[in-house]
């Protein structure tokens, strides 16, 4: 059975930095990309960045490029975001799934998310 859980959320000032985490179990890395998303009330979901097995292929929203960057610790099967320089629009739950293709496009597992706050 497949999970994925998210860690690492909380509240943190403008200008700050988080490491989210998150933990799969059911299945490998290979062949897979492993996404991040977010999502504010009201607000749609908002794809964050995304790493794929298949080419090494990594890909960042224009919101947060240049400010996170998404990891993995393949013997652990761990993924991660790590998110500096971070600012109030980035308040959302944040999520990370699985795409069993590797494309990057469709995704078949999501964790329950993890809640982001930064205050100004």
């Known amino acids: 059975e497949v999970h994925l859980t998210e860690s690492g959320g909380g509240l943190v000032q403008t200008g700050g930095s988080l490491r989210l985490s998150c933990a799969a179990s059911?299945?490998?890395?290979?062949?897979?990309?492993i996404g991040w998303f977010r999502q504010a009330p009201g607000k749609e979901r908002e794809g964050v960045s995304c790493?794929?097995?298949?080419?090494?292929?990594?890909s960042y929203s224009k919101s947060v490029k240049g400010r996170f960057t998404i990891s993995t610790d393949i013997a652990k099967n761990m993924f991660y975001l790590e998110m500096n320089s971070l600012k109030p629009e980035d308040t959302a739950t944040y999520y990370c799934a699985a795409d069993r293709e590797g494309s990057c496009l469709e995704y078949d597992y999501w964790g329950q998310g993890t809640q982001v706050t930064v205050s100004s």
């Open positions: 790493i794929s097995s298949n080419d090494g292929m990594i």
């Open positions: 059911g299945f490998t890395f290979d062949d897979l990309a």
